[in-house]
């Protein structure tokens, strides 16, 4: 057991100060552990949110000693704690209480961006012939948990307040994920048309023999990917 201070934000619609709690850190434990300590031990009205305790939800965002983190995966023997550990909201959005703040910008800027529309399958079942490095590509900007973690360093909203002006970094990769679908359709069509071009040489025996391997390889990159019922 190890005893660390923390300097915890408290108050409320921006207002507030530091609140100064030392409490016991055993192995393993993470900030989010230590703040819950606290609230159970200290300071029974401390404001946090949280949910999954997994790095999951992206609820429990912080700035912890002055970076963006999630209290839950933050641990704290990856922590100074010879001086207090700075726990403190994050600073973009509207403060609420304690170390909660407002998010729900967010969720309105989400519903502003226009939804993928899928081109029409290219098989009779309802199905489409997609990349398997464009589905690769595109999952990538699906693990965002929605921490907003980066919508909260990202100076544009942190420093300036352009909240109506730019939807942040977050956003940025939500609309790149349809633009790479949409790139990722037109490829396709393309690449469709070539090779039935390329079947209807085969066919007449006209294609020459690199044409044809080069048809057969391209067709063994693809998939199916099945209409979402
Ligand atoms: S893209 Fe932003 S909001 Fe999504 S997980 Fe990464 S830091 Fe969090
Ligand atoms: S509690 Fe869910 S990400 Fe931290």
């Given at each position: 057991m190890t005893s660390v201070t923390f300097q915890v934000w408290r108050g409320s619609k921006g207002e507030g100060q530091f609140a100064k709690y030392t409490t016991d850190i055993s192995e393993g434990m993470v900030v989010l552990d230590a703040i819950h300590k606290i609230q159970a031990?200290?300071?029974?009205d401390l404001a946090v949110r949280w949910n999954c305790?997994?790095?999951?939800?992206?609820?429990?965002?912080a700035e912890i000693n002055g970076m963006p983190r999630l209290m839950c995966m933050?641990?704290?023997?990856?922590?100074?704690?010879?001086k207090p550990v700075v726990v403190e909201p994050m600073k973009s959005f509207p403060h609420v209480r304690d170390l909660v703040t407002d998010v729900s910008w967010n969720f309105e800027v989400k519903k502003k961006i226009k939804k993928f529309k899928p081109r029409a399958p290219d098989n009779a079942d309802g199905s489409w012939r997609v990349f398997q490095e464009d589905v690769d590509r595109v999952q990538e900007f699906r693990k965002?948990?929605?921490?907003?973690l980066c919508q909260d360093v990202c100076h544009v909203l942190r420093?300036?307040?352009?909240h109506q002006e730019f939807i942040g970094p977050r956003f940025l990769s939500t609309s790149r994920r349809s633009r790479c679908i949409r790139l990722t359709s037109r490829i396709v069509s393309k690449n469709s048309r070539r090779q039935k071009a390329s079947a209807t040489a085969t066919s007449r025996n006209a294609a020459p023999r690199s044409a044809r391997r080069a048809s057969r390889l391209r067709t063994t990159r693809l998939f199916r990917l099945r209409k979402e019922s």
């Open positions: 031990e200290q300071a029974n305790k997994a790095g999951k939800c992206g609820s429990c965002s933050t641990r704290m023997n990856e922590l100074p704690t010879e965002c948990i929605e921490c907003f420093e300036h307040r352009l």
